[in-house]
DNA sequence: CGTCGGGTTGAGGGTGATCAAAGTTTGTGG
DNA sequence: CCACAAACTTTGATCACCCTCAACCCGACG
């Protein structure tokens, strides 16, 4: 129940869900699981015949080029379920990986093909999350085609930021995020020495405090425009 | 009718729909039109009540930066809906836009509620679209992100010639494409100047051959190979 | 025939890559 | 609690890919 529980939270937020769509889902069979930091939840190229619910903790998904470079896709936080999409995708086409030590719920795919062919309301919702993650991949393409490296950074750590305080899992301008320099370097298709000068640029300008895994964000404001960063993509808007 | 008739191709290429499924989808309300090239179909900001299906010609969706440059976020081909997302989605985060002269076909949003309520499976080839669509935003982020230029090049048209090849529209090495080499800078990430500089090493490596708005690809398994190309992310094999 | 959008070419510059090494923190086992 | 290794961060020097700016060319179209 408490696995789920987090899942509601995120759902109810853009939906009305009735008291039966939501006694339904917290029926849904969840195996809890913990899962140590940099351990890998599922690959390229398996069949899932389960979705993984990140309960807590970071995660991230990414793909390997031939050459062996990596590009991460997007980053998730407790209350998403990053592999969704292989309800409806047969074959993952890309890994996805814990960052922080976490603990995830594995739902089975039957469990939510029933549910959500009882209930097209929460089949609706849980199509609607899979459309903000496409609306963040969209985002994420402009991020790494079209602006320079500091503005990069400024516009992940603003969404950063902004998807956490969201969830109400950390205060906006403080908190912890389990990448190293070389993670941040592969999720904006730069390298870890350049985004090293990168941190430090925005550090001198008294926007970014960097230390271990703890972020402290001085001056939001001037960092969202920094980053030319603008919410609306996340879908969250209380007017829609 | 002849407008739904090229959705549903494409639904029953992943999906056994059953007569009814089929009825259903053809008796949705088309409103189609023609449209003219470069004009735009719907624009950040908006709240469409529509969704577009794309009958014939080519569109792109794209973001534009504060700073003014122009990303393309994807190239879309007859039978696909690019704003399917809107159903779910009440604003636009980004520009849908002609490439070529088109014919369109609008949607209610109401209709397709309808349609997608009463029959679940109709619903779920649905999303399973809008999933493949995120699947190429993911490629398409590690195009822009981790590839050099010419690789980039290599890999967009190898994509799109598979795309058209598996929806009948052309040969696989021989298509019209109606983007100016600015549109595909746009695409890649990459300046006009550079874009031009990088068809030339293409065509002198004897991979392709670019005349106004027709493609001929010589040498398709090599222009593959150094594209990264692997259609995995395109979800269409047989198998799943 | 002139204009315009788009393609092509050249020169020079800058952002970020590469390579290499040293410094720092974290974690582990003695 | 210390010693050591491993992982990560930082710094410096050099390099290359791609950008910028600018001009010219070409074909389409009025």
Redesign the interface.
Known sequence: MQATECLLRKLQISRSLDADDIKAIERLPVIVRDAGPRSSIVR??E?PVQCCLLVEGFAC?S?T???G???I?SIHIAGEIPDL?SL????M??DLTTLSRSTVGFISHDALRVL??ER?IV??AL??E??????M??????N????SAVVRLAHLLSEIATRLRRKGLAAEDRFELPMTQLDIADA??LTPVHINRVVQELRRAGLLELRKHSVFLPDLPRLRELG?FDD??L?QSA??
């Open positions: 390229e190229g069949r998904r793909k080029t031939d050459a470079k990596r590009q896709l999409q409806h995708l047969e074959v086409d890309h959500t062919r097209p089949a609706e199509w609607r899979t459309l903000i993650d496409a609306a991949f969209r985002e994420w393409i402009v790494v085609g079209r602006r904006l298709g030319d609306l993509y879908h007017t829609g």
